[in-house]
């Protein structure tokens, strides 16, 4: 606990004038914006990472608990640390180090909030995504912390899709940094896993961010109903057209009253509800958009639908919005918030539910959500001076989370779990589901002195372990009982028993990547399971067997018009999805449509122990937890068997068209970077090598109209720089345009690929040319990847290559070579400090290393 040695010890490291300890700062930072209270023994204002380091060294060294804190506007009680535990505030961490708009990034210091950020994107023309509601006073570290979504979240995702890097301070005061500027980097997704961790793994004090242009143009409508079903309604109509608007935001007549009372929003006072609807992107076609959401909503039972006529009237619109919580105070003294998300097809009935919860408790509530999402937002209204109406509205808001997940859906969808919802976790994930998680948090504070005692329900007394039961609410369909499954977890505990390694599979297409094992393993794999488990074609999502091949999939959501929108790279017809997953494997699509990583929802595995563990659920927005689903996706077979995985889905675009001319690569790059920064939105811009010269090649997806306006500004400006040979073509929407040039790549025995920031792709290129002359590449200037074959390889090439990637801010990795140079080589290249991190985890879910022993980057 906190000594006066130890009070000494963080005025040396901080100053005494940053340093907190008496009653009334106490008190204060007993709060943060939900209903959680706890008195902290100490608070200290570090203001750089090495005082971060220091402080946490002490902290770890004295046994003293800590948690991070950015602006305590967390609904969940995740700033709240009890027991007099230490509150490390980094307010001081407020500048934005550096923007990059060539590189589309930015580096901040974690307590900038959301709005100086987009204050400081706005004059460039572009806009860092996430938008919580609270963007005026939450910090982009908390975030982080949160993995927040915003109104904006339906069409770009949330926080997690946009953070490239991190610094962060591990428990000991150890400083890692983890991604940077360069997409996917080698190793277990461990941003992916820090961001929604709710300071629970550590602190991070430098943030990379993805930075998005803004569109040419923005329609914002009002919709008006009579009655909140019919609302509801027409948010599911909307989205299973294909038309993804950016926003579907809905209030209810009881937030319209308090925000009106607040000041006029132009919201009218007597609908039963508002829906706010935005659509954004080039300006051609996007009026004939509009219109046809306009029809939807009059089919849909809507009263009148106003368009706003300028920023003024937007501004006003999306004023009332973000005030909507804020406004409550015009009716109650406090609420509670949920945030429990559904399919959005169950919105009508969720809402019904909360509604009679609400007259249960005696609680009045008012909504106002992310509809598109399925993510709701009861505010339930007390007098918190009554203790009945406290205990009353605790009640109601746990029955809430109840229904949520009986609804197929999600106890918080972007406020996080923090103290206020761990034990509703049980509802959703099993024991065992649950002691996983908690042990990657150990993995990485093995102390267990960040945030402890958050996130995951606490054991009961005596016992380290939660018992292994079943979720008591959430029914996942699949599991042990889908075929296959018992037959792979027979097999896992076999080889294991007898000491095998074990090499886990699809069809075995990526059998060749990764470093070699240090072992001769058996081979165990997911073919049998094939099973489509759940097709929700409405929802837009399917659940399948991992065995399942990828063109199967197509072929099956085809059949309605769908598509998963991956094309990984060296595919093969047998290719499994569960392989794609394990691989993380993406094409250049992954500018648009992003990658595998962000269209999961969720995934069951066979663990080292031939356990069956969840993870995520089957909702677009999903919070609930550390985030496993990303830790798995990329986890090559280390981790265990992906058995089933639950995708989001789209509809299919209505035409697929190529821009292609032919140049130098310089002037291909240069036509890129214009193209990149036009108000188009190209799904791809990539250079392939053709007979010594390079040909630019351009794809728009999309509505056919838009697509071909897009390729004749394309070829405009491939014009104007003077490539030649321009020409346009369609091309088919799951194979898209590349297969050609993977299989020319395929044909060598070497084949390098690297990501580095994407301004820096041509010459990272260049430099490797010089270094060992590719046969074959493709150079994608959306993601900054390079894909190079080479017909030999030394290892000084293959480092020289390396100093190359990092030097452009990123990494690289050999996805084919031969036995030989595995032998002797890092295939993932050079050592990166976030890789002792993926041992460790890999260290706490497979203890003895059974699954693919040595094929970890940085080899074990
Ligand atoms: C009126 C209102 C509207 C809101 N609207 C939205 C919304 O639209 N969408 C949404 O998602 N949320 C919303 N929220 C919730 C909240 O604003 C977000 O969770 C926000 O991201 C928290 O940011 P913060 O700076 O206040 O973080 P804090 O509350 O200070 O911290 C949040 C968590 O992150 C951890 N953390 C903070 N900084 C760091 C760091 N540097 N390193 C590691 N961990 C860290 C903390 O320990 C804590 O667990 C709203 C809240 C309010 C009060």
Not at 95 to 109: C, D, F, H, T
Not at 600 to 611: A, E, F, M, P, R
Request: net charge negative; proline share 5%.
């Amino acid at each position: 606990m906190i000594t006066e040695t130890f009070v000494q010890k963080m005025e040396e490291i901080v100053g005494a004038s940053y340093v907190r300890k008496t009653g009334a700062d106490l008190e204060l930072y007993s709060y943060d914006a939900s209903l959680v209270t706890g008195r902290p023994g100490l608070i200290v204002f570090p203001a750089t990472t090495e005082e971060v380091s220091k402080v946490l060294k002490a902290a770890h060294d004295h046994g003293v608990p800590s948690v991070a804190r950015g602006f305590a506007t967390n609904l969940s009680g995740g700033t709240i640390i009890s027991d007099g535990g230490l509150v490390i505030s980094l307010s001081r961490f407020d500048e934005i180090l550096g923007i990059y708009p060539e590189s589309r990034y930015a580096v901040v210091q974690t307590g900038v909030t959301n709005l100086e950020l987009q204050d400081a994107l706005s004059p460039l023309g572009l806009f860092y995504a996430p938008d919580p509601a609270s963007q005026k006073v939450s910090t982009i570290g908390g975030n982080v912390g949160e993995n927040s979504g915003g109104p904006r979240c339906l069409k770009y995702g949330v926080t997690s899709n946009h953070i490239l890097g991190m610094q962060m301070v591990m428990a000991d005061g150890e400083v890692v940094e983890i991604g940077g500027p360069a997409f996917d980097p080698p190793g277990y997704d461990v941003r992916g896993l820090v961001v929604g961790s709710e300071g629970c793994v550590g602190i991070v004090t430098e943030i990379t961010v993805r930075i998005t242009p803004k569109t040419e143009s923005v329609i914002t409508m009002l919709a008006v109903y009579d009655a909140i079903s019919d609302a509801a309604k027409t948010v599911s109509e909307i989205i299973s057209t294909g038309i993804v608007p950016n926003t579907l935001e809905m209030m209810d007549n009881t937030i319209i009253q308090a925000v009106e009372k607040g000041g006029p929003c132009g919201y009218p006072t007597d609908a039963a509800a508002v829906l706010i609807i935005e659509v954004e992107g080039v300006a051609v076609g996007l009026k004939e958009q509009a219109e046809k959401i306009r029809e939807i909503c009059m089919a849909t039972g809507c009263r009148d639908v106003k368009t706003a006529k300028n920023q003024a009237e937007r501004d006003l619109l999306w004023k009332g919005r973000r005030g909507a919580f804020g406004a409550i105070c015009n009716l109650s003294p406090n609420y509670l918030v949920n945030d429990g998300c559904v399919l959005r097809t169950k919105l009508p009935e969720a809402l019904e539910r909360v509604k009679a919860i609400s007259d249960q408790y005696g609680c009045p509530v008012g909504n106002v959500f992310h509809a598109g999402d399925g993510n709701l937002h009861p505010l339930l209204m007390f007098d918190s001076r009554n203790e009945a109406e406290v205990e009353q509205v605790h009640k109601a808001g746990w029955d809430i989370m109840a229904v949520c997940a009986e609804l197929g859906g999600t106890i918080s969808g972007e406020h996080g779990i923090g103290h206020e919802k761990q034990d509703a976790m049980s509802m959703v994930f099993s024991g065992h589901d649950l002691n996983t998680q908690q042990n990657v948090k150990l993995a990485l504070d093995p102390s267990d002195l960040m945030n402890p005692g958050k996130i995951i329900p606490l054991p009961p007394e005596g016992s380290d372990r939660l018992p292994d039961q079943e979720p008591t609410i959430l029914k996942r369909p699949g599991g042990k009982d889908a075929t296959g499954v018992s037959e792979a977890i027979e097999a896992i505990k076999q080889a294991k028993n007898e000491n095998r390694a074990i090499r886990l599979a699809g069809s075995g297409s990526y059998n060749g990547m990764g470093n070699a094992l240090t072992a001769e393993p058996v081979s165990i794999n997911s073919l049998q399971m094939k099973e489509i488990i759940e097709y929700d074609t409405e929802n837009q999502f399917i659940t399948v067997g991992a065995g399942m091949s990828l063109m199967e999939l197509q072929e099956k959501l085809a059949e309605n018009n769908q598509w998963l929108p991956i094309r990984p790279p060296f595919c093969k017809p047998e290719s499994t999805t569960g392989g794609i997953v394990a691989m993380a494997a993406v094409g250049p699509e992954r500018s648009s449509y992003g990658a595998p990583r962000d269209m999961l929802l969720g995934l069951q595995y066979i663990d080292s122990n031939g356990q069956m563990v969840s993870t995520g659920g089957k909702v677009v927005k999903n919070v609930a937890g550390y985030d496993m689903t990303r830790l798995l996706t990329g986890s090559a077979g280390t981790l265990g068997l992906i058995t089933e995985a639950s995708w989001k889905i789209a509809t299919r675009p209505e035409a697929c068209q190529l821009a292609s001319a032919v140049g130098s690569l310089e002037a291909c790059a240069t036509v890129a970077a214009e193209v990149i920064a036009s108000n188009l939105l190209p799904n791809s811009v990539t250079a392939v090598q053709q007979n010594g010269d390079w040909q630019l090649m351009v794809g728009f997806e999309g509505i056919a109209g838009v697509v071909s306006y897009q390729i004749e500004q394309c070829l405009g400006l491939m014009s104007k720089a003077g490539l030649k040979d321009g020409a346009h073509r369609d091309y088919p929407v799951v194979e898209g345009c590349f297969t050609e040039i993977y299989a020319t790549l395929e044909q060598q025995p070497f084949v390098a690929q690297s990501e580095v920031a994407l301004g820096k792709v041509s010459q990272a290129y260049q430099k490797i040319e010089k270094i060992c002359s590719p046969e074959a590449a493709l150079i994608d200037f959306g993601c900054g990847r390079i894909f190079a074959s080479f017909s030999s390889l030394d290892t000084t090439q293959w480092d020289n290559m390396n100093n190359v990637f990092s030097g452009a801010q990123g990494h690289g990795k050999l996805l084919k070579s031969t036995d030989d140079f595995r032998k002797g080589n890092d295939v993932y290249g050079l050592k990166k400090s976030e890789w002792q991190l993926t041992h460790m985890i890999k260290s706490a879910l497979d203890p003895e290393g059974v699954f693919s022993p040595g094929a970890l980057p940085g080899r074990a």
